[in-house]
């Protein structure tokens, strides 16, 4: 079992603890015990993916190996691991990374330790990883699953927000060198939103707009919304016509955007929520 917790455990050291020997050829055996050992991120062959796939055996843990082709389309992909318990996986000989979705019960479990508490069940793989079909995927599970309700997914963001205030810096593409000396070039420059949907999608929808002082978080917006306080963006804004059915937009940070200051005195947010929705083309915007 790999230690899964503990002081320095980045520094616990590669390879197998204790004898180690290879049996079976002419010249007699070989100990490899005294031999080095490093980390190998993926896989340089298939023929190192099968002697990999027979030590886990050996070492009585759960390995297994099937095949999948790619979801169509161009949005992420994650491998839904949610049915496992505990380990390592493989897509075509990358490291997607250590997954670990089981949780100790409240009662204990012996002799297990399973600190902390992981939401994660989706792991990104990178399309570039992927071919159409008969992409390689290898399961290293430590404390056993259900291997049968694995899953692949594609997945797009349908959510995006964005907080900018007239006290934040402004975009960094809109810097030269002598700015970082130049307080004046500086306090000259306007701070900006950028607001993007993934490849293929458009801003379908504004749920939520207002330049003042919003409160809450996404998904959870509000504002005062009167003369003194805040300003409500409406369907008839410049927001709204610079966004709505673009694959991005920019909105600079500035009151003769939106109409004048709603606030006089006071340091002002714009706060925004939009939906993203699939689009056959896409294109871009600035206000």
């Not at 920019?250 to 929705?277: H, M, Q, W, Y």
Request: charged letters at 20%.
């Amino acid at each position: 079992m790999v230690q899964n917790y503990g002081a320095f455990l980045e520094k616990d050291g590669a390879g197998f603890k204790g004898q180690v020997k290879l049996t079976g050829f002419k010249n007699g055996e070989i100990d490899l015990s005294e031999y080095s050992w490093t980390y190998q991120v993926h896989f340089i062959s298939s023929r190192y993916l099968l002697l990999y796939l027979i030590d886990l055996i050996l070492w009585q843990s759960v390995a297994g190996m099937t095949f999948f082709d790619a979801p169509n389309g161009e949005n992420p992909v994650a491998l839904d691991l949610g049915s496992m318990g505990k380990g390592q996986a493989w897509v075509n000989g990358h490291h997607i990374g250590r997954y670990w979705t089981r949780v100790a019960p409240k009662d204990g479990c012996g002799k297990c330790d399973y600190r902390g508490h992981y939401h994660t069940s989706k792991y990104h793989i990178p399309r570039s990883w992927l071919q159409a079909s008969n992409n390689l995927l290898v399961l290293f599970e430590e404390t056993g699953g259900k291997p049968f309700e694995i899953s692949v997914k594609s997945r797009s963001t349908q959510t995006i927000c964005a907080e900018v205030s007239e006290s934040h810096y402004p975009s960094l593409q809109n810097w030269s060198p002598s700015d970082f000396i130049d307080q004046n070039s500086k306090n000259k420059m306007t701070p900006e939103m950028h607001l993007q949907c993934d490849d293929g999608h458009t801003i379908s929808s504004i749920e939520f707009a207002s330049y003042g002082t919003p409160q809450g978080k996404c998904g959870n917006y509000s504002c005062e919304c009167t003369d003194t306080h805040d300003s409500f963006l409406t369907e008839g804004s410049n927001l709204y016509a610079a966004c709505q059915g673009k694959g991005s937009c920019v909105i600079r940070i500035l009151n003769s955007a939106f109409g004048g200051d709603p606030c006089r005195g006071i340091v002002k947010t714009l706060a925004v929520e939009a939906k993203c929705a699939p689009s056959s083309t896409t294109s871009s915007s600035q206000l």
